[in-house]
């Protein structure tokens, strides 16, 4: 509130102008009661071992946490998950080796084949 006092108006000098009451927003970062992020946890292990899995962590808003009826939940997520292990899982290999007609054969199947497809 402001007040017409400083100094007064004397021997006919005008009253002040303009509203008595002035506001203006104000932002802060983070009001006392809000919550705050724990430290995120180790990760999981990963879910599969090849082949592309996911590992995860969490964390709690409860440092401190929330105030009520004016403290404020966390902002952001509390899971967090990346993934992991993504190389091709070992196999067998097998190794076959053709006798040269049977080899023909099969190359000329799939002449055949792609002949066919294309009609």
């Known amino acids: 509130m402001r007040l017409c006092n400083s ?4 021997y006919g000098g005008l009253h002040c ?4 009451n002035m506001s203006s ?3 802060v970062t983070r ?3 809000d919550g705050g992020w724990s430290e995120w946890s180790q990760w999981t292990d990963c879910s599969h071992s090849c082949e592309g899995g996911l590992e ?3 964390r709690t808003c409860n440092n401190p946490p929330p105030n009520p009826p004016y ?3 966390c902002r952001g997520f509390s899971n967090e998950s990346r993934p992991c292990n993504s190389h091709i899982c070992p196999g067998w290999c097998m190794t076959t080796v053709y006798t040269l007609p049977f080899f023909f054969e099969l190359y000329e199947l799939s002449i055949h084949r792609e002949i ?4």
Not at 7 to 10: D, F, R, V, W
Not at 17 to 20: A, E, I, K, L, Q
Not at 116 to 119: E, G, L, P
């Open 31 to 33: 009001c006392e009661g």
């Open 25 to 27: 927003e104000c932002y």
């Open 56 to 58: 995860w962590r969490k």
């Open 7 to 10: 100094p007064p108006a004397l």
């Open 71 to 73: 403290g404020e939940d």
């Open 116 to 119: 066919r497809d294309k009609i």
């Open 17 to 20: 102008t303009g509203s008595n």
